[in-house]
């Protein structure tokens, strides 16, 4: 008799989802009424965030059930919220924008200069020769 897979809720196509393709560009969102840009400041867990939003205000916020396990957010990501009407301190995660659609925002002028984008590629330009490095071969001399 064959063992049987009682986990329930479907089987691995399920988890796996449908392949959305997520190579292909998307098209660039913009804030509307009742909606702000902001910077996650941390993580809290339980798919909550603090952020710290352009109009100075941080908010506690909760990632959507869609994006919850689907899309992952860092610290320092650029994301839209969607106020909440009676709760001025508290908002919903709605979307994360990639580095460039953040880069693409500032460059609109919907970010202010004073957010940084996450720059992961083209660190290794911004060094010079001030910068210090150890040799660990020295650490025996002393």
């Not at 952020?51 to 899309?71: F, P, T, Y």
Request: glycine share 12%; with cysteine.
């Amino acid at each position: 008799m064959p063992k049987s897979n009682a986990k329930g809720k479907g089987g691995k196509n399920r988890r796996r989802g449908k392949g959305d393709g997520g190579d292909e560009k998307r098209e660039l969102i913009f804030k509307e009424d009742g909606q702000e840009y902001a910077q996650v400041l941390r993580m809290l867990g339980n798919g909550r965030l603090e952020a710290q939003c352009i109009d100075g205000v941080k908010r506690l916020c909760h990632i959507r059930g869609k994006m919850r396990k689907k899309v992952w957010v860092n610290t320092g990501d650029i994301v839209l919220l969607g106020l909440r009407d009676f709760q001025d301190e508290k908002a919903d995660v709605i979307l994360k924008y990639l580095a460039d659609e953040a880069r693409s925002l500032k460059a609109y002028g919907e970010l202010p200069e004073t957010f940084r984008v996450n720059d992961t590629d083209g660190f290794e330009e911004e060094r010079d020769e001030n910068d210090d490095f150890f040799d660990f071969d020295d650490i025996n001399d002393i």
